[in-house]
C-alpha cells in the first residue's frame, strides 16, 4: 500500500510530543564532519544524544541507550571494530538500530564493512538513492557521499532490500521513501538549501534512531523523522524568504523571491537528486502563511527550535 | 567559607582582562563533537587553542602549553595513551591541568582511565553532579553524559574529592560550586537553554584551563570561568527575548515573554539538574536593563563575544 | 614578477563560475576541529566536499577525487598512514593535492612527516608564515597553530620552497602571497575578524584544492582561492558594521565604527601576523559602498554565501 505523511500531520506531531517526553537517549557512531550539528539536532528534538565510538565501550553502551545510529563517514579502524560490536549488542539486546551507509557503492572497504552490517538486523536502513541501490545490489555508480540517481529510482531497490532483510529501507530525496518491503510512505516536503547544509541526511539518521527509540513501527519512526526534518527545512525556507517551485532560497539583499514563477535562478539549481548528504529536495511551491503545527505545544516548539539550526547555515538578516 | 561570585563582580572583568593580555596557549584534548566549539569559545575569551591529541606529541605540547584540558569524551585507544602522556607531562612540568570526566560513572572503560588519570594531580576536576559523586565513590547513577542530581546533593562529594587530591573540584549545575574542600565558591547565573546546545559544559572546562594558566589561585581561577560562561549564557537570555524565572528563551516568533511568573511553561524545563554537557542551569530572575560588565573594555567585547556564539544556537531574529 | 590578485578581479569571477559549474569533489583530510566548517565551506563555493580519512580507503579515493587536501591538524597514527597513501595515489594519478603543515615546525613528529610529504610533489603547500618558514628551513618559532611572524618575512623562504620543490607555496597573512618560486602573486583584502574565528585557514587549503581541481595554472587557483575567501571575509566586516583600518569588527550594539581614524581600538588588535589558522590579516580601509563584484551572479551567489557562513561566527544582529 502505498500512502504519504506530511510534516504537519497530526500523527507527526503526537510522535514529537512522545519523543519530547521520553527524552530518549540516543547512541551516535557517526563522523567527525557532522558529530556536532547531529548533537543540537537531537537536543533540539527532545533526545539526548551520547557519542561513544570506542571498541571498549560500544558494545556496552548499545546494550543501554534508547536506540543506536551507525553511520559510516569518517571510518577508521577502530571506530569499524566498535561499530561492530554496538551493532551486534543492539541486536542481542533488542534495541533499534539504523544503518546510514555513507558513500557505499563508491568505495570497496566501506561497501564490505555495510555488507556485514546488514547481516545484525538494523531497524532500518537510511541512505540517498546511491546507496540504497548500491546496498540492494543495483549498480549505481555513487559519486563520493552525492547521490548520483533520485530517490525515485531507488524505490525498487528499496523494497527488494527491505524485503530481504526484514527491515525499513528509507531513501531521501527530493521525495523521501521509506518501505517496509510492502507498504511505502512518501514523505514530501524540504527546501534545496538542504542539500547546501553538510549534515542534514546524516542528521535525518540520528532523528530516525531517536523515533525508533520510542515508536515500536519502525516505518512510522523512519517516516516521522523524514517528515520532521522536511518541515523544519521547508520553514527555514519560508522564513529566509525563498519561495516558489525552481527558486533557490533567497539572500536576504536580494529581497523575497515573492511572485517568482517556473525558477528564476533555474542555472543555480543543484543537479536533481544529487545533495551533500544523500538528502536532495527539489524546490517546491510552499504555502504563503507562516506554517503550522495541527497541535501540541511541544511540537512547535521542536519545530521553531529545529528551524533555527538551519536558519543559522541559511542566509540570515543583515 | 563560603562566597559567591558574579559574573558582574569586578574581580572577574579583571581576569579577563589578564587573559586578553596574556593569550594563554591551551592544549585541548577534548571529543570530536565539541572541537570546533571549543575553539571558538577560547578565541572568543582570548586564549589560544590548538588541539594536539596523538600519542607522539601529546606529552611534548602540553610541556610548553600554558595550560591542559583533558575531556573524555569519544575516547579512543589513541586518544587514552595520548591524555596518559600528557596529563603526566603536564604534572612533571608543572603545568596546570584540568580533568573533565564526562560520563564517568555511566561506563567502566573511562571510569577506570578517570580514576588513573586523578592520580597525576589534575589543577582542577570539572564535571556534572553524577560525574563528581561517581568520581567521589558515591553512586550517582549517571544516564550518557547527563547528570541526573543537582549540584547541590554532590557538594559534599565534591568537597571529599578535593580534599582527597589535594585539587579544585567544580561542580555544574542550576549554580555552580567550586571548592578545594575548605572554601566553596557559589556561581549563579546563566540560562536553561545552556542546557539545550551541545558542549557548552566542555566548553566551561576549557575556560577553566584558560583561566589556570593566568591565574595561581585555581579556586578563583575555576570560578572565574564559571562566572564568565554563566554571564554569557544569561545575557544571550536577554538578548534573544526569555526572561524571568521558569520561563525559557523565547523564540522570536511568539514574542518576549514579559510579565510570565512562575514559570508559564513548566511543562518544558529540562529535568532539574539535568543536561547535555552537565551544566544544568535553573531559569532565574534576570534584571530588565541590559547588563553590563562593571569594567574593562576587553571584558565588554568578551563578553559579547561569547554571547553571539551562544546566540547562534538559540534564537535568532527573523 | 610580481602582480596582485584582489576578489573584485574579473578573473576569480570567472574562476568561481568555473567551479560551480564543474562541482569539483574535493577529498578533505583535515582535522576535526574544522571538518563542519570546511565542508560548510567548500559546498558555499560549489564544491563537493568528501571527508575520507582510514588507511583503507584514502589512496582509493584519492585516485578519482578532483583534488586532494592534506591538513596536519589532529594527528593520529591512522591518519598519518592514511596521508601518506592518499598524497602518493594523487602524485601517481596526476590529481592535484595540497598540503597544509598544520603548526610544523613547533612539534618535531609532524615536522618530520611534512618533510617526507613534501617529497612526494605536491600542487600547492598552504601555511601561515611560520610553518613555510619552517618548512623552508629557516627558524621561526611557531606557538602552537599560531603564526609569530608577518607573511612579508616569509616571502623570501617560500621562494625558495617553491622553487626547491618545484610547486606553488601560499603563505597567508595580512596581505597573502603566492608564488611558484619565479612570480609573485599579492592578495590583499579580508578582515582581522578573520583571525578569530577557527578554521578559516583551514578552510582556505580546502579552497585553494577545489580550484586546483578545475585550473590548471596552480599559482592562479592558490591565489583566487585566497582572493574568494579575502573577499568573504571583507564583506562579512562591512555588513556587521566594522570599518576603518586598525578598527575591529564593531558589536551591533556599541554601533558602526564610522569615523574611527588610526584605530580607534588599538589595543585590542591583535599580534600582526598572528592568527588562530595562519590567517592573520591586519585591518583595512573598506569602500563605504556595499561591496560589489564585477560579473556573474554565480560569483555574487558565492560571495553572499560565504559571507554568511562567517557572519555566523562574526556579529550577529540583537
Same mark, same amino acid.
Request: aromatic share 4%.
Given at each position: 500500500?502505498?500512502?504519504?505523511?506530511?510534516?504537519?500531520?497530526?500523527?507527526?506531531?503526537? $510522535?514529537? #510530543?512522545?519523543?519530547?517526553?521520553?527524552? =530518549?537517549?540516543?547512541?551516535?557512531?557517526?563522523?567527525?564532519?557532522?558529530?556536532?550539528?547531529?548533537?543540537?539536532?537531537?537536543? $533540539?528534538?527532545?533526545?539526548? =544524544?551520547?557519542?561513544?565510538?570506542?571498541?571498549?565501550?560500544? +558494545?556496552?553502551?548499545?546494550?543501554?541507550?534508547?536506540?543506536?545510529?551507525?553511520?559510516?563517514?569518517?571510518? @577508521?579502524?577502530?571506530?569499524?571494530?566498535?561499530? !561492530?560490536?554496538? +551493532?551486534?549488542?543492539?541486536?542481542?539486546?533488542?534495541?533499534?538500530?539504523?544503518?546510514?551507509?555513507?558513500?557505499?557503492?563508491?568505495?570497496?572497504?566501506?561497501?564490505?564493512?555495510?555488507?556485514?552490517?546488514?547481516?545484525?538486523?538494523? *531497524?532500518?536502513?537510511?541512505?540517498?538513492?546511491?546507496?540504497?541501490?548500491?546496498?540492494?545490489?543495483?549498480?549505481?555508480?555513487?559519486?563520493?557521499?552525492? @547521490?548520483?540517481?533520485?530517490?525515485?529510482?531507488?524505490?525498487?531497490?528499496?523494497?527488494?532490500?527491505?524485503?530481504?532483510?526484514?527491515?525499513?529501507?528509507?531513501?531521501?530525496?527530493?521525495?523521501?521513501?521509506? *518501505?517496509?518491503?510492502?507498504? /511505502?510512505?512518501?514523505? =514530501? #516536503?524540504?527546501?534545496?538549501?538542504? &542539500?547546501?547544509?553538510?549534515?542534514?541526511?546524516?542528521?535525518?539518521?540520528?532523528? /530516525?534512531? $531517536?523515533?525508533?527509540?520510542?515508536?515500536?513501527?519502525?516505518?512510522?519512526?523512519?517516516?516521522?523523522?523524514?517528515?520532521?526534518?522536511?518541515?523544519? #527545512?521547508?520553514?527555514?525556507? /519560508?522564513?529566509?524568504?525563498?519561495? #516558489? !517551485?525552481?527558486?533557490?532560497?533567497?539572500? !536576504?539583499?536580494s529581497g523575497p523571491a515573492f511572485g517568482t514563477e517556473g525558477g528564476g535562478r533555474?542555472?543555480? &539549481? =543543484?543537479?536533481?537528486?544529487?545533495?551533500?548528504?544523500?538528502?536532495?529536495?527539489?524546490?517546491?511551491?510552499?504555502?504563503?502563511?507562516? /506554517?503550522?503545527? $495541527?497541535?501540541?505545544?511541544?511540537?512547535?516548539?521542536?519545530?521553531?527550535? *529545529?528551524?533555527?539550526?538551519? *536558519?543559522?547555515?541559511?542566509?540570515?538578516?543583515?
Amino acid at each position: 500500500m502505498r500512502s504519504a505523511l506530511s510534516w504537519n500531520d497530526h500523527r507527526v506531531a503526537v $510522535a514529537v #510530543g512522545t519523543l519530547r517526553e521520553r527524552t =530518549p537517549l540516543v547512541h551516535c557512531m557517526t563522523n567527525v564532519v557532522v558529530a556536532g550539528f547531529t548533537a543540537n539536532v537531537l537536543l $533540539a528534538v527532545g533526545a539526548s =544524544p551520547a557519542m561513544v565510538e570506542n571498541a571498549q565501550e560500544s +558494545a556496552e553502551f548499545a546494550a543501554v541507550a534508547g536506540a543506536l545510529l551507525v553511520n559510516l563517514g569518517t571510518l @577508521s579502524r577502530e571506530r569499524d571494530e566498535a561499530m !561492530r560490536a554496538a +551493532a551486534s549488542s543492539a541486536h542481542a539486546h533488542a534495541r533499534p538500530w539504523v544503518l546510514d551507509p555513507v558513500a557505499v557503492g563508491a568505495l570497496s572497504y566501506r561497501t564490505a564493512l555495510a555488507s556485514e552490517l546488514v547481516g545484525l538486523s538494523p *531497524t532500518v536502513v537510511r541512505g540517498n538513492a546511491s546507496e540504497v541501490m548500491s546496498l540492494a545490489g543495483a549498480s549505481a555508480g555513487g559519486r563520493g557521499v552525492d @547521490s548520483t540517481v533520485g530517490s525515485e529510482e531507488a524505490l525498487a531497490g528499496a523494497s527488494a532490500l527491505a524485503g530481504d532483510l526484514g527491515c525499513v529501507v528509507a531513501v531521501s530525496g527530493a521525495v523521501d521513501y521509506v *518501505t517496509d518491503g510492502a507498504d /511505502v510512505v512518501e514523505v =514530501p #516536503g524540504g527546501d534545496v538549501m538542504m &542539500t547546501r547544509v553538510t549534515g542534514v541526511g546524516c542528521a535525518l539518521g540520528a532523528l /530516525v534512531a $531517536a523515533f525508533a527509540a520510542v515508536e515500536d513501527d519502525a516505518l512510522f519512526a523512519a517516516a516521522a523523522a523524514s517528515a520532521v526534518l522536511a518541515g523544519a #527545512g521547508e520553514r527555514a525556507g /519560508v522564513r529566509t524568504g525563498g519561495r #516558489g !517551485r525552481g527558486t533557490e532560497i533567497q539572500d !536576504r539583499e536580494s529581497g523575497p523571491a515573492f511572485g517568482t514563477e517556473g525558477g528564476g535562478r533555474g542555472a543555480q &539549481t =543543484p543537479r536533481a537528486g544529487a545533495g551533500r548528504d544523500g538528502l536532495a529536495r527539489r524546490p517546491r511551491s510552499v504555502a504563503p502563511e507562516p /506554517v503550522r503545527w $495541527a497541535s501540541g505545544e511541544g511540537a512547535r516548539q521542536l519545530f521553531s527550535t *529545529t528551524t533555527r539550526r538551519l *536558519t543559522v547555515s541559511t542566509p540570515l538578516a543583515p
